[in-house]
């Protein structure tokens, strides 16, 4: 899957409608002459922007967009309402639907995948694609007309609820034609997010990973390695997990799931009775073990709570990256330079950047505060294409602008221009209220 736009409407801080482009100006037309698609989109695109500007909001919508592909028709379905996340600080837009369109090509055609969603499930929802020279409908839903119509081509209909997708439900129908694309959506993307939760549950997934031989020792080492951390080696440290504990696990990872705003999976009844079966009952927990190069005959073995936040950081991006380079698809990572070196960070970017390293044509799709990839110093060029930036207006509302918009200056400093708010993108502080909170006679 190779994305080329994502358009949303009503998600968060994003009320107006948006666009991330990913296409190069050299596309004009619905398909390139010799279908070369890479030649025709960007590999990595930024969205730089002050905090609260709602650089996350635009991650957060593409992540929702692919998870309701991926769950809607499963445990979204166990929820009492319709999960979604609307803009909320307009009485209007609260209760109106929220639009996600994603423009992309699967197997070497272009289709264009959307949905409408409100309170009470899939309002509208719709599929086309390019098979010659215009576009095609294969899927057409609208509830308000009753309607829910396929090409025939297709040569069946796909039966849903009023709170699933159609592609969702084509993931589960292996014999359907549309299920190739459903898969190609769902497993062709990951994210990678900023909060503690989310890269402590990473780093089991990592442990888990090498126990079942997904990724290699020498696969995460060879990533330290990279990043300069002084490990040698790496292992894994096995327990078993004792049933009061392994149940409290059980509904940590629940809500950890409730707080990233994914549904959780329903209640299983034996869990949450105490009863486990002999399947459960083997299950272990995995740490991940460090040695780093030193000077003693037997150096010590560290734990993943002595490593540095920027090993942990490193390790939590790197390892997505590396499985995106390895297989294709749409990696997003939300502040990516947080405590990452503007060289380390160069490196990553630089992978997906060239096309001898990037031969699946994976693509990042990143948010960052740090203005060190926009200058001459960086190794890494990113045209005007590539670079988004958010701003926040008084009433709250996401705005989203390209650098392209902007009248182009060959010779300028992009980095000083963007720090100085020529382009946006930039908080407004106030200074003199933080001194005048120090000064104050009554603190």
Sequence with gaps: MTLLSFTVHNHQSIRDEITVDLTRPSLRTLRPQDDDWTAVTYPIAGVFGGNATGKSAVL???RYAFTAIR???TTWQASKSMQRAPFLLDGTARTSSSTYELDFVHEGRRHLY???VDQDGIKREWL???PSSRWRTLLDRDRDA???KFHQSLRAKIEVTGRELVLSRALLLHDSLLNPVARGLASDFDCVLVKDSHREARLAGIADALAEGAITFGDLEALLQVADTGVATVS???ANIPDNVRRALHRLRRELREDEDKPSEPADEDVESGELDDDQLAQVVRHLVFTHHGTADECPQFSIQDESDGTIAWLAIAVPALEALRRGGLLLVDEIDASLHPHLLEVLLGAFADPLVNTRQAQLLFTSHESYVLSPLSEVTLEPEQ????????EGVTELTCLADFPKHP???VARRYLTGRYGGTPRLSPSTLAALVDSEEH
């Design 60 to 62: 957060d919508a593409l």
């Design 71 to 73: 769950l809607s028709a």
């Design 114 to 116: 959307g949905f409408e």
């Design 128 to 130: 086309r694609d390019v």
């Design 146 to 148: 009753g309607r829910l």
């Design 236 to 238: 894994i440290e096995e």
């Design 387 to 394: 670079v988004w930036l958010t701003d926040k207006t008084y």
């Design 411 to 413: 010779d300028a400093n």
